[in-house]
């Protein structure tokens, strides 16, 4: 290619027979010409105002034109009659003679033209200036270069490549790539969606930040770790992310190290959140242990009231007769004490025998309208044994509402009461105890909460402590049949009793029954 430094002297000068061009009068200037000439690019030389002093072979043939055509005309004229006019910019600022003209330098611009066979191409404009000996600007020669093949590629690799963030950008899974820093270069709507993140916060910050401590460098050790899959792979996972708001989000999760040259240029990662799979599952292992707590209690039941009516007779009569003889027995007879111990025991084989017989289910509820606060204030009063309560706070978090519930009140305060001496038992004395309502309007239940700060229920007996006869406590002060109670009542109540939580700090146990909505919370249905 011809360098714009190169000085031209004397000026081109037209043969008179052919389309040849001379420059000059030296044998020199043949090279010049057949230089010119063998150009592999279709190239015009112009003089500053634009007409055309030369032309070579390449641009004749691909005109189809002869050199008379193309002589003294502007190259204005000449782009005209076949440029595609939005690509053009003859004219002013945009000129690129013009602009090289002023900026003394090599000058492109692109232009869609078509052919005179009605094709379509692509073409780039490439001007340099050509300056004299005084260095002022003499020519201007301008090469013609096809691009359409290139372009041609620039939009199938565009078309591909938006077809690709349309694919990211639309996939229900949060995908994001991070640079080499750990700076985020691609973050989808599902990943903005599931950290809280905006694609504008992006550059304020970093991969580690969607992560709990130390966790972002453990994912690229194993990433990294050819025993754990592939080197540069991570199969899926399950981890905790962090959100925009530091809330700990369980994902599963693969990643993958993105090489350019061999070397490590940036990671990207598929996140899907668990929360939904996890809650639907928990609800299933809860529904599945429902129904074989529900089995396993209507089996014991009915094995329990079998034995409880068979005591109940023998009971009877050993406390009839027992009471007939310490009536007939003289005060200080030395078998008083005796008899006194054997009806002691006779009647708290009868309180068991009652408890047998309310576990399963052998006495009807009688039903009736009350509110929850109501229920929980009595309970606490009906406690007799009130040198439990000494080194105990007790916190009524009531709720101000009048939540109305439709059940056996006896029944219930008997639940509450037994949840509240198992709280007591497990502060052994000194703890806070707290008793909650509450309900919940769009599912229409009420709620009782019974939390302690006790010594929680350990891991392998959580599942045991409504069997009846579960007991950890010692003999002759628990029949565990508390709980067992309380969950046969709460069945027959239509309601339901759970472990909400329990550990080092305490236990809370959750009673849940369906709220008798009053007309006038409807306000509605009073109108007229
Ligand atoms: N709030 C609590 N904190 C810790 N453990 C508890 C709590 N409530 C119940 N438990 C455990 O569950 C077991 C069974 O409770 P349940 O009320 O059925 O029987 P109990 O209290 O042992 O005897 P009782 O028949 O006198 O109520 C208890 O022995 C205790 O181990
Ligand atoms: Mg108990």
């Known amino acids: 290619m011809i360098k714009p430094q190169i000085n031209v002297n004397p000026l081109f000068t037209k043969h008179a027979s052919m389309h040849k061009t001379t420059i000059g009068d030296t044998t020199e200037s043949d090279w010049r010409l057949r230089v010119f000439d063998s150009l592999s690019f279709p190239t015009l030389i112009l003089k500053p105002d634009r007409t055309v002093i030369a032309v070579n072979q390449r641009f004749l043939e691909r005109n189809q034109t002869k050199e008379a055509d193309i002589i003294g005309r502007t190259c204005k004229d000449f782009f005209r009659q076949y440029s595609d006019k939005e690509h053009l910019s003859c004219t002013g600022a945009g000129c690129p003679l ?58 199938k690799y565009s078309d591909v490549r938006e077809l690709i963030d349309k694919v990211v950008q639309s996939s229900v899974s949060a995908i994001m790539a ?163 111990y054997i009806l002691e025991d ?93 309900r919940n309007r769009e599912t229409e239940k009420a709620f009782i909460e019974v939390t302690d700060t006790g010594s929680g229920i350990p891991h392998d007996n959580i599942s045991k402590v409504f069997d009846p006869f579960f007991t950890t406590k010692d003999v002759g002060k628990g029949t565990g049949l508390g709980l067992s109670m309380a969950y046969g009542i709460m069945e027959e109540n239509h309601g339901r009793i759970s472990i909400k939580s329990t550990g080092k700090k305490g236990t809370t146990i959750l009673l849940e029954l369906p709220e008798k909505i009053s007309s006038s919370e409807f306000p509605f249905m009073s109108i007229g």
């Open 178 to 340: 991070a640079g080499r820093k750990g700076e985020i270069i691609l973050m989808n709507q599902a990943a903005e969606d599931l950290f809280g993140y905006a694609v504008n916060d992006a550059q304020n910050i970093n991969i580690e930040d969607f992560y709990p401590a130390g966790v972002a460098r453990q994912i690229m050790k194993s990433l990294r770790d050819g025993n754990i899959g592939e080197t540069g792979k991570l199969p899926s996972t399950q981890v905790n992310v962090l959100t925009k708001d530091k809330e700990e989000i369980p994902v599963e999760m693969t990643a993958a190290i993105i090489y350019e040259d061999g070397k490590e240029a940036a990671t990207a990662a598929i996140f899907n959140d668990l929360r939904e799979k996890q809650a639907v599952q928990k609800k299933l292992e809860e529904a599945e242990s429902q129904l074989y707590q529900s089995e396993k209690l209507a089996s014991l039941g009915r094995l329990s009231a079998g034995v409880a009516h068979e005591i109940n007779n023998p009971l009877t009569s050993i406390l009839l007769y027992g009471n007939l003889m310490r009536e007939k027995l003289e005060k200080d007879h030395p078998l008083t004490d005796n008899l006194n």
């Open 98 to 155: 013009n602009k090289s003209l002023i900026s003394r330098s090599p000058q492109s611009t692109v232009l869609k033209t078509t052919t005179k066979q009605g094709k379509e191409i692509w073409e780039e404009r490439v001007l340099s200036p050509i300056f004299g000996d005084d260095g002022e600007v003499k020519y201007i020669i301008e090469s013609l270069r096809d691009i359409t093949a290139v372009k041609h590629l620039e939009k």
């Open 346 to 438: 006779a009647e708290r084989c009868k309180d068991i025998v009652k408890n047998l017989l309310a576990y399963s289910r052998q006495t009807r509820p009688s039903k009736d309208d009350f509110y929850l606060n109501d229920l929980v204030s009595e309970s606490l009063r009906l406690i007799r044994d009130q040198k439990l309560f000494m080194n105990v706070e007790i916190i009524k978090d009531l709720d101000d509402h009048h939540i109305k519930v439709n059940a056996d009140k006896n029944q219930l305060c008997q639940v509450v009461i037994n949840l509240i001496i198992n709280a007591f038992d497990a502060m052994e004395g000194t703890g806070i105890l707290i008793l909650k309502t509450y």
